[in-house]
């Protein structure tokens, strides 16, 4: 088990360099230090004296790649690639272009996250795998057909619908919770209730008629044959037998994500005004703060390729059909 | 003197390569059985007229031209440095008219107050009347109900009449193609006799055109959906968007298409190291969050045109550009799905006895992979397709909200929503616009949704969820 996860990991370094060389290319290459100070300092008419100034103290001032000026492994080490993208891999995300410490930041900022995709995750799970049950139980019935009309429908509601019709009707409409904002401990969770409710139900279109697609699929098994000609009734057919084998690829599906909950939503974080890693990004992202990016680019793949092995690994626990190797 | 811009080249093109595959597929038997399927299914044939509408819309939008100016001596023919398209020609209308600000849908006044000098010279503050909105009315207070519910019977009157035409018409055309009678005909589509649903057909085309054109009258003298913080008409806002959501919706699966089609087989079929290669290209790319990526990259673009700002004629073109790389970027991020789809199905087929016999017999690698892989993956492309479709028109709402997706100056839903989310705090609120992004961006999804579940089932019902 423990030399699998070993492979694993190593099997995933490559990956991780391809993810940093990429980040590299899109930030250093594509576009130059140069053009970044431009931008920020002001287009056209800024003197090349600013220009070294604003590398100067953001530390792009090196060469790129090859550093020939300096003796021995600082050739290599002093330059914006080593300096700016190797060191992600020990998670020394530097500063960013306005100056504050990325690594305390993303560690301050990932507890707001957590207080909203933990229980929108889990809530939603719940709901989504007992309407998608209820209508496999009614399967071909009027209860079925309509729900999946519905199921559709909802799906094809942007979800910035969801978020602006709950932020007005509960939160401006009927004054039940705040519209926006964040506190911290229990306080927060008056400000945790309406995103987590509104990203309930902007996913319950597609997340119900993938997991009403995944229990029919179980029901047409042989297996469940057997188990009615048993003369098990159908509840305990369903329970027994149907949710238990379609929780597996509904958890493994699960499961790759749940290293990414730290990044947050990014839309619905902005939306609520909740100070987690998602607005971080976006504010990065209005602001141009470039090391931001790069360094919220990276820990989201990071987490990603962390959440593939752990599927890798979870399938070996609810599978046994699964072998390692 | 007519401009093309990029995408509207690259709409061009998608739309003959949709007619050519059209012929081609006619004589495909195993193309042509799935279609027959889905021509039976009322909901799917409703839904494919609506995205026929929204199509033709979108393309009467992609021919942009520099308009003449008209001037007294014919000799010189001026242009104009304005770009405009068919469709604004169309609804100039619609375009020209344009308030001070804020005005609610179907309303003669203003929505804010204004300081108004009345004729005894005293200065009031008063809602003013709009100069299009209402204008025939003397008093709106009491006239403009009666006035409104006259022109919404005069237009549903018109729509019936004229979808009776276009369904007279087609059921004429109809007849003359299978050599039956014009009753025989109308007998058999209203009892539902021919393969295709003919009757979900008419019963969607005249509802579309009764709303059509009771729209139509109704914004001689109003402005249907209101007026947004400029003036300018909502309802010309949402229909010039339809072109964004067609372009972000189709051109990124064409985009990507060509890249996860090679690899895809490619991988596949030669197995050994160009599958690791490629695997390993799109596990990396994969594990890029999406968001993220498109972010990035639309930032480094800013960067770009910001810095090169003299490369652009227009600001058009510029957008144009944006919309394009939009485009490329959403596809890098999606095509991987398909390619890892593809990976599978070729690994499957290069086992098969046709594919084994085309090598013994020693045919070249790219014709095999052309002449029997590329076929019989042609569905799982089909379906990618049409799925990716809806959710790439919802995505790029999002994306204009967080100010990495179009230009600001392209009309777009996103745009339209991103505008008016900050007049939510207003007093009584302003929703017109939003409604009208929301109801546009809710049919044109709803619709491209229910075809490509018929056509998913209809081209294989186990394939349910990739």
Redesign the interface.
């Known amino acids: 088990m423990i030399s699998y996860i070993l492979r694993r990991i190593i099997y995933a370094l490559?990956?991780l360099i391809?993810?940093n060389i990429?980040?590299f290319v899109?930030?250093f290459v594509?576009?130059t230090p140069d053009?970044?100070a431009?931008?920020h300092l002001g287009?056209k008419r800024v003197s090349e004296a600013a220009i070294v100034k604003w590398k100067d103290e953001r530390g792009y001032n090196k060469p790129i790649l090859f550093n020939s000026g300096v003796d021995g492994t600082k050739k290599i080490t002093e330059t914006i690639f080593f300096q700016n993208s190797v060191k992600l891999f020990v998670f020394d995300f530097g500063r960013s272009d306005s100056g504050r410490d990325i690594g305390y930041d993303i560690s301050q900022r990932m507890w707001p996250s957590l207080a909203i995709t933990v229980p929108s995750l889990f809530i939603g799970l719940l709901a989504y795998i007992s309407f998608g049950l209820i209508l496999a139980f009614f399967r071909g019935s009027y209860v079925d057909v309509s729900g999946v009309i519905l199921c559709?429908?909802m799906?094809?509601?942007?979800?910035?619908?969801y978020i602006?019709g709950g932020?007005?009707l509960i939160g401006?409409f009927l004054h039940l919770v705040p519209i926006s904002g964040y506190d911290t401990g229990l306080n927060a969770f008056k400000f945790i209730i309406l995103p987590v409710l509104v990203g309930l139900i902007g996913g319950i279109g597609a997340s119900t008629r993938?997991y009403r697609?995944?229990f029919l699929?179980e029901m047409n098994k042989d297996y469940v044959r057997t188990a009615r000609a048993k003369g098990l009734s159908e509840s305990r057919v369903l329970y027994r037998h149907v949710l238990t084998n379609g929780l597996i690829p509904i958890l493994t599906g699960v499961v790759v994500i749940l290293p990414?909950l730290f990044?947050g939503s990014?839309?619905v974080e902005?939306f609520f005004a909740i100070p987690g890693l998602g607005s971080y990004?976006?504010d990065a992202?209005?602001r141009?703060d470039?090391a931001i990016?790069?360094s919220?680019?990276f820990l989201?793949?990071v987490l990603?390729?962390i959440g593939?092995i752990l599927t890798d690994i979870s399938y070996t626990f609810v599978d046994p059909r699964v072998r390692l190797n | 003197m007519p401009v093309i811009f990029i995408t509207d080249f690259l709409i061009f093109l998608l739309l003959f390569g949709v007619i050519a595959f059209f012929f081609y597929g006619r004589k495909q038997e195993h193309l042509r059985a799935p279609w027959r399927d889905v021509r039976k299914r009322s909901l799917a044939m409703s839904s494919a007229v609506i995205l026929f509408f929204f199509v033709c819309i979108g393309l009467f939008d992609s021919i942009h031209f520099h308009p003449k100016i008209e001037t007294d001596e014919s000799s010189e023919k001026i242009y104009s440095n304005e770009i405009l398209s068919i469709l604004d020609m169309l609804l100039n209308d619609l375009r020209l008219k344009n308030e001070k600000t804020y005005s609610a849908p179907l309303a003669s006044y203003s929505f804010s107050r204004e300081m108004i000098e009345q004729e005894n010279g005293k200065q009031i503050r008063a809602y003013p009347r709009l100069i299009y909105g209402g204008t025939s009315l003397n008093k709106p207070e009491s006239e403009s109900t009666a006035d409104i519910v006259k022109r919404i019977s005069l237009g549903f009157l018109y729509g019936l009449l004229i979808s009776a035409i276009i369904i007279n018409l087609i059921i004429f055309v109809l007849s003359k193609l299978i050599r039956a009678s014009y009753g025989v005909t109308l007998q058999n589509c209203l009892l539902n006799k021919f393969n295709t649903h003919w009757l979900a057909i008419f019963i969607t085309t005249l509802i579309i055109i009764i709303t059509i054109c009771i729209i139509c009258s109704l914004s001689q003298n109003y402005h249907v959906f209101g007026t947004d913080k400029v003036g300018q008409d909502v309802l010309y806002q949402a229909l010039k968007s339809i072109r964004t959501g067609l372009v972000i919706g189709t051109l990124t699966t064409l985009v990507m298409l060509p890249f996860a089609i090679v690899m895809g087989l490619m991988a596949g079929y030669f197995r050994g190291w160009i599958d690791d290669v490629i695997q390993y290209l799109y596990t990396t790319l994969s594990s890029i969050p999406g968001v993220l990526l498109i972010a990035a990259s639309i930032l480094l673009l800013q960067v770009y045109i910001s810095n090169h700002a003299d490369d652009f004629n227009s600001i058009e073109q510029r957008a144009d550009l944006r919309l394009l790389f939009l485009c490329i970027i959403l596809g890098i991020t999606s095509w991987t799905g398909l390619c890892r789809l593809l990976r599978a199905e070729a690994l499957k087929l290069r086992e098969i006895d046709y594919v084994q016999a085309a090598q013994a017999f020693g045919v070249q690698h790219y014709k095999v992979m052309f002449r029997h892989l590329l076929p019989n993956v042609m569905h799982i492309v089909m379906i990618a397709i049409v799925l990716d479709f809806s959710g790439l028109v919802l995505a790029e709402a999002v994306l204009s909200y967080i100010n990495i997706g179009v230009d600001p100056s392209t009309y777009s839903w996103g745009n339209m929503i991103n505008s008016a989310r900050l007049e939510m705090a207003r007093e009584p609120i302003v929703w017109w616009s939003l409604a009208a992004a929301f109801i546009f961006m809710f049919i044109l999804v709803l619709a491209a949704n229910l075809f490509s579940d018929a056509v998913r089932d209809a081209f294989d019902p186990r394939l349910r969820e990739f």
């Open positions: 490559p990956i391809g993810v990429i980040t899109l930030f594509v576009n053009d970044m431009r931008m287009m559709v429908i799906m094809s509601i942007s979800g910035l619908f602006i932020q007005y401006k993938w697609t995944i699929e990414s990044i990014l839309i902005s990004t976006i992202i209005s141009q470039f990016v790069r919220m680019v989201g793949s990603y390729i593939l």
